[in-house]
């Protein structure tokens, strides 16, 4: 139940912003310590991701005249570093004639594909023809083997 509700509430923050966004340009994450630390973790994981989706959901619309540009951007492999935050590279070609920014969400899954944690990081001015870089991180600690795919990415 909580990953549907997860779920539902990423269609609904995140489907509403993107429905505007066009190709033509248009707007729009000792064994007792352990287990009881687990079992917080576990009870706020709903919460954590709600939240965590509502800013990428934020973050998106705040991008006036974004378009598509899943096509441009790549993630290197995850790494989860001593805190338990996940990180993973992110990189955005731009092919255009003209400096351009991106935002892409990066959302982090379980090997199943259910979500885990979700971010939005911006790549700002990256000159015609190069490539920008950006590290993407998990807003909380991730377990187990975590993939990440990008969600959505937009060019303005």
């Known amino acids: 139940m909580a990953r549907w509700t ?20 248009s707007a729009s994450s000792s064994v007792s310590k352990a287990a009881s630390a687990a079992a917080s973790l576990a009870s706020r994981a709903p919460e954590v ?7 990428a959901g934020r973050k998106l619309d705040e991008v006036k005249g974004g378009i598509d540009a899943r096509d441009a951007v790549r993630l290197g492999a995850p790494k989860t570093g001593g805190d338990g935050r996940t990180t993973v590279s992110v990189t955005a070609d731009n092919k255009t004639s003209s400096a351009k920014s991106f935002a892409v969400q990066v959302n982090f899954e379980d090997p199943g594909g259910s979500l885990l944690d979700t971010v939005v990081v911006t790549l700002s001015d990256v000159a015609a023809g190069k490539s920008g870089e950006a590290t993407a991180r998990s807003t909380h600690k991730l377990s187990g083997d975590v993939k990440a795919e990008v969600g959505t990415a937009l060019r303005y």
Do not use: H, K, N
Not at 49 to 54: I, R, V
């Open 6 to 25: 997860a779920g539902a509430v990423l269609v609904t923050v995140l489907v509403p912003g993107l429905a505007g966004c066009s190709d033509d340009g």
């Open 49 to 55: 991701l709600a939240s965590a989706t509502a800013e």
